[in-house]
């Protein structure tokens, strides 16, 4: 028997050139786009700490802060940067090389899915969406992807878990298995992103309710055992942490995320009004997300299965919609769920206006051409594509240089950009999580500042570092009139001051 090689189709040879693109898309020029941040610093210092010590904790020249409720990206992330800086060396370009595989697994998936409620055609463009994502780089999957951050790998794995329990009930059997695995994903989801934690069980409750009423698709047990497993992953990593550092520290760190619950995730405050509907103006999701849930509802009005999981689709889209809206503190990261699953009833309106027969075939075609054009440049998928072929320099790289040169080793520095606690060795002393806490709620709710926080900068630094964040919180600015200091170095946006005493 003789194998013949088959030339492949030119539909292969464009996937194969669109997944390098991708790829290119997602690794070309690292770390500079986007600047690394506070917040992929705390994931990044906490996986070199944890690889330099064994400790799971934010870096600190006095006591590590184990399992400081800061870290609000999971083991799941954590534990593989971390190992990765074992083998290697702490960098903030090897922390986003982790998370590549990560952002991947998403886009596959995410097809996948797509491809599932939307057909083919409808799977591609939904892909070509969520490349565009928004201004909002914080809210934009392509910029979420090229930083050590959770939100990319938490939806590989929300969306796997949607995945694997479409296709168990689509089988219609009895499929505990394909349950417990699909919960697993969730809880993994969970882990990883502590805003999916709130997402997965209000959504199954909403899912298990609608069902019974209505649609008569599933089972008890089928909504039920992926839950009850999302939910032990969730307590295995608590129990974790309980071993980890005890039950009274344990307590402590509690009493801080509590905190940070009633300030970020659960709060009726007018002003977080503002915020979300600031996010959802910006993003256009006033427009177009209103008009792929209409047309989301639409498919989903039947009790067919078809029906059944475009409702699905819609109730974690809308769960998270809503609970960003009213309850959140209206941070665009906090959209990036629903403004992620929004491209995908967006794609399918814009296929069924496409292959609608009542309008003349040029007409539609040529109006469809022009929406997702428009939608494409509006949400600035060719910015996205300048930055990352052509991206900027803030100063990091350089600034890192001067700390290991300049700065002596016993030195104290005083800042509040947590990027530089990855690669740099020396001696910075970092606000307390309480600290952010206060300052969200001075900047963000425009509330004032306690007069216990109002100087948090300690008051024996050698050295001062400000970046974007020390410089947005101004932290440090009346310590910096009221003393002597001279000006070390300054690149980018970051300034380095040595205090003479």
Request: proline share 6%.
């Amino acid at each position: 028997m003789t194998l013949r090689l088959q030339i492949p189709s030119y539909r292969l040879i464009a996937l194969v050139v669109s997944a390098l693109a991708v790829v290119y898309l997602l690794y070309a020029h690292q770390p500079l786009y986007p600047h690394t941040w506070f917040d992929e610093g705390l994931n990044a210092g906490t996986a070199a700490t944890l690889a330099r010590s064994g400790l799971y904790a934010l870096p600190d020249p006095e006591k590590p802060r184990i399992l400081d409720p800061a870290i609000q990206t999971g083991p799941t992330v954590i534990v593989p940067i971390a190992l990765a800086y074992r083998i290697f060396s702490p960098d903030v370009w090897l922390a986003r090389m982790v998370v590549l595989p990560f952002a991947v697994l998403a886009c596959v998936v995410f097809i996948l899915l797509a491809r599932r409620l939307i057909g083919d055609g409808g799977a591609g463009l939904a892909f070509l969406f969520l490349l565009a994502g928004t201004y909002d780089i914080y809210a934009s999957f392509v910029p979420m992807a090229r930083q050590a951050l959770g939100e990319v790998p938490a939806l590989a794995y929300l969306l796997i878990g949607l995945s694997i329990w479409f296709r168990s009930l689509e089988r219609k059997t009895y499929a505990p298995i394909a349950w417990v695995f699909s919960g697993i994903a969730w809880g993994i989801a969970m882990v990883t992103k502590s805003q999916v934690l709130i997402l997965v069980p209000v959504a199954l409750g909403f899912i298990l309710v609608l069902d019974r009423l209505y649609y008569r698709r599933t089972s008890w047990l089928a909504v039920i055992v992926p839950g009850v497993c999302a939910m032990a992953c969730v307590a295995g990593w608590y129990a974790a942490q309980i071993a980890i550092v005890g039950s009274d520290r344990f307590q402590d760190n509690a009493s801080v995320l509590r905190d940070g619950f009633w300030l970020h995730i659960a709060a009726l405050d007018p002003e977080r009004w503002r915020n979300a509907l600031s996010v959802l103006w910006r993003t256009g999701w006033w427009l177009w997300g209103v008009l792929a849930v209409i047309w989301g509802v639409y498919q989903a009005r039947q009790p067919t299965f078809h029906g059944f999981v475009h409702a699905v689709l819609l109730i974690f889209l809308g769960v998270n919609l809503v609970w960003f809206a009213a309850l959140s503190i209206g941070w665009a990261r906090y959209a990036f769920y629903f403004l992620v699953l929004t491209t995908i009833p967006l794609a399918g309106a814009l296929i069924a206006l496409w292959n609608y027969t009542a309008i003349p075939t040029i007409p539609r075609k040529a109006i469809v051409i022009l929406l997702c054009g428009t939608y494409v440049v509006y949400q600035g998928l060719p910015d996205k594509v300048y930055n990352v072929l052509s991206p900027s320099d803030n100063g990091y790289r350089q600034m890192v240089t001067v700390l290991q040169r300049i700065v002596p080793e016993d030195a104290i520095v005083a800042s509040w950009e947590w990027e530089f606690s990855i690669e740099s060795d020396r001696r910075i002393i970092y606000p307390s999580t309480h600290a952010a806490n206060v300052y969200t709620r001075h900047l963000v709710l425009r509330q004032q500042l306690p007069d216990d926080v109002r100087d948090a900068v300690p008051s024996y630094p050698d050295y001062i570092l400000v970046g974007s964040f020390g410089s947005w919180t101004k932290i440090y600015d009346r310590y910096i009139t009221s003393r002597d200091l001279q000006l070390v170095a300054r690149h980018g946006v970051y300034s380095l001051y040595r205090v003479i005493k």
